[in-house]
């Protein structure tokens, strides 16, 4: 009866401990909401804990009514929906030839792969020098051509078309379709699953670049959200041509005072709404692929 | 005879050629793709023996041999930052495998599927957030009108607010507890993976033979992810060297630098914004190639004590 009773004590214990780790991982994005729903000056005052004391949406209007800001939001999206389709489909194209064990580029290209996955890359220097020897340095290309294939998307979707049943590729190909046509009318319908799944992870990936921005382009107009939102919170000069920017707006006659920071908490709620949004659906698919995946790839 | 039996052969192969000639228009834009974007960058590693000079480019820049390699070792900045990488990513590597472990070990114990699964989908939200986000939620916890600091004076523990991110003591500590807090959820799911898959019926057996939940736990659940374990453990030390560049740009200021500039921000630092291309690709190479010798290390010291290894 009493190791009965210690194993219980354990478990409350156990589920407080686990209780008190999620609290710490959901908290701060609760308070972030709650500070970029606030006003700005009441907010200096401290103690915002779970909601706003003085709600106002002001913050939220200084992002629509800031030219480089909105500039910064189409950028995101424009990255993010190119992006993520160019990545879509060439990696599934290229994990589609891979299928071909007859095919005769097989070894060869089997090999390249390998390389390309252990060798490939080369540092920040180097592919600033490349960047700038075929042109896409300071350029939005930069945002999406390097990614179009990612080498470890193609293992993953390579491994779900090989699992696809062979009867339905072979009667097409003897009803006269080639390779081309079967990947467009067959295959990449039947695969929704793994896309739907490639696609979520690599629009989050191109929603949450800001290092290519940094590294590749001299800001200007390709300045995306997340690179803003790094500028203001890293560089005073940023942060001092905001304040201008809001001094023009006041003059124009918005009456409340808004700083940077609550701008700031502001645009941190926009860039992680979204993935919140598709959050359940990343769920979804994650608890089947990530099992099978870890199995296949690492055990 | 020989000459049809080849020129058979030739045509054999011609026609191979013309059968697939789909998947050879198909893969012709993936292998441009590699060969510019894998394997372009390492011809740019040839800058670390010259004195680059972007005009003049690789085949007119002058070389130097070894010259920057030399200039690396003998320089004290360099060991600075050596230092405070591997001492970042060495805390990265040893809190990132044993806290998911500890977590996926924990949750493993609740028997309450709802409540289980809730923790869970919460624990790996940080992971999918750039790092832009945490770093925004860390500035503004720790901050002196933060929720840290007003916490901690409600509470009497300290009288005056901390500026947490300006004291460069503690940015190794705070920088390890960012990166847990960001990857423990998501690093765990591995682990859940390999604890479900363990035989139930080794746990019967034991429950029968009298164990608790402790010794269940210690004798079967450890030993049985273990291997898997070390094959992770092997792959993360290739990133000793590698303590990332996110937490050290975002979160380090030039008050914290002595501590926070890691070699990727330095490469950064020295190579774009100052122009330094050759120094710099030479770090970048030095950081590669040391990469590799530590997993093929690490990897022979696994394989001659355990039977664990990658090869």
Redesign the interface.
């Known amino acids: 009866m009493k190791k009965i009773r210690k194993w219980e004590a354990f478990d409350i214990i156990n589920a407080c401990v686990l209780v008190a780790i999620a609290f710490t991982m959901a908290y701060p994005f609760i308070n972030i909401l709650a500070i970029s729903l606030n006003d700005a000056m009441d907010t200096q005052r401290g103690g915002i804990y779970f909601l706003p004391r003085k709600f106002t949406l002001e913050s939220y209007a200084v992002i629509l009514k800031t030219p480089s800001l909105v500039n910064a939001t189409f950028v995101t999206l424009q990255r993010t929906i190119i992006g993520t389709a160019l990545t879509v489909f060439c990696s599934s194209m290229f994990a589609y030839v891979f299928t071909f064990k007859n095919y005769i580029l097989y070894r060869p290209m089997k090999w390249i792969f390998f390389a390309a996955m252990f060798f490939g890359g080369g540092g920040i220097i180097p592919t600033y020098m490349l960047y700038k020897n075929i042109g896409i340095l300071d350029n939005f290309a930069v945002y999406v051509v390097p990614s179009i294939i990612n080498l470890f998307f193609v293992l993953v979707i390579r491994t779900y078309f090989m699992q696809l049943p062979s009867g339905l590729t072979e009667s097409a190909m003897l009803d006269g379709a080639n390779e081309l046509v079967i990947f467009f009318k067959i295959v990449f319908p039947l695969s929704a699953p793994i896309i739907a799944y490639i696609t979520l992870n690599a629009a989050v990936y191109q929603w949450n670049s800001w290092q290519d921005t940094l590294f590749y382009t001299n800001g200007g107009s390709l300045k995306s959200l997340q690179y803003v939102m790094m500028e203001v919170m890293l560089k005073s000069e940023a942060t001092k041509m905001l304040s201008r920017e809001m001094m023009r707006l006041r003059q124009m006659g918005i009456r409340n005072m808004v700083d940077p920071k609550s701008v700031r908490m502001a645009i941190t709620v926009l860039v992680t709404a979204p993935i919140l949004c598709i959050y359940p659906f990343l769920q979804k698919y994650y608890q089947g692929y990530n099992d099978r995946l870890n199995e296949r790839l690492i055990l | 005879m020989q000459s049809t039996a080849a020129a058979n052969r030739k045509s054999k192969?011609s026609y191979?050629?013309y059968k697939?000639r789909?998947?050879?228009?198909?893969?012709v834009?993936?292998?441009v793709?590699?060969f510019?974007?894998?394997?372009?960058?390492?011809?740019?590693?040839l800058?670390a023996f010259q004195d680059f000079n972007?005009n003049k480019g690789i085949f007119g820049s002058p070389w130097v041999g070894l010259k920057h390699f030399i200039a690396l070792f003998s320089s004290k900045q360099i060991l600075l930052v050596m230092r405070n990488t591997v001492v970042i990513s060495v805390l990265g590597i040893l809190t990132g495998n044993i806290c998911p472990l500890v977590?996926a070990l924990?949750?493993n114990?609740?028997?309450n599927a709802p409540?289980k699964r809730?923790?869970q989908?919460?624990?790996?939200?940080?992971h999918?957030?750039?790092f832009?986000?945490v770093?925004?939620?860390?500035?503004?916890?720790f901050s002196v009108?933060g929720?840290f600091n007003?916490v901690m004076i409600n509470l009497g523990l300290i009288s005056n607010p901390t500026q947490v991110w300006a004291d460069k003591n503690s940015f190794w500590g705070m920088i390890t507890f960012v990166n847990v807090?960001k990857e423990?959820?998501w690093n765990s799911?591995?682990y859940l993976?390999?604890i479900?898959?363990i035989d139930m019926e080794q746990y019967e057996a034991a429950t029968i033979d009298g164990c608790?939940?402790f010794s269940r736990m210690w004798y079967i659940t450890i030993p049985s992810i273990l291997p898997?374990a070390m094959?992770?453990w092997i792959l993360s030390m290739g990133d000793i060297f590698n303590a990332g560049?996110?937490a050290s740009y975002?979160l380090g200021?030039p008050v914290t630098r002595e501590t926070s500039e890691v070699i990727?921000t330095y490469?950064?630092r020295i190579?774009?914004e100052n122009g330094m291309?050759s120094f710099?690709?030479a770090v970048?190479?030095f950081?590669?190639f040391a990469g590799f010798i530590m997993v093929f290390i690490t990897n022979s010291i696994a394989k001659k004590h355990t039977e664990h290894s990658l090869w």
């Open positions: 192969l191979k050629f697939q789909y998947l050879l228009i198909m893969s834009p993936f292998l793709w590699i510019i974007f894998c394997f372009g960058p390492i011809s740019g590693w800058m972007p977590f924990s949750l114990e609740v028997k409540f809730t923790i989908t919460i624990s790996y939200l940080p999918f957030v750039s832009v986000v770093a925004n939620i860390f500035l503004t916890v009108d929720v007003t807090w423990i959820g799911i591995i993976a390999a479900a898959s608790g939940r898997m094959i992770l560049f996110d975002l200021n990727d490469v950064f190579g774009i291309f710099s690709t970048t190479l950081k590669i």
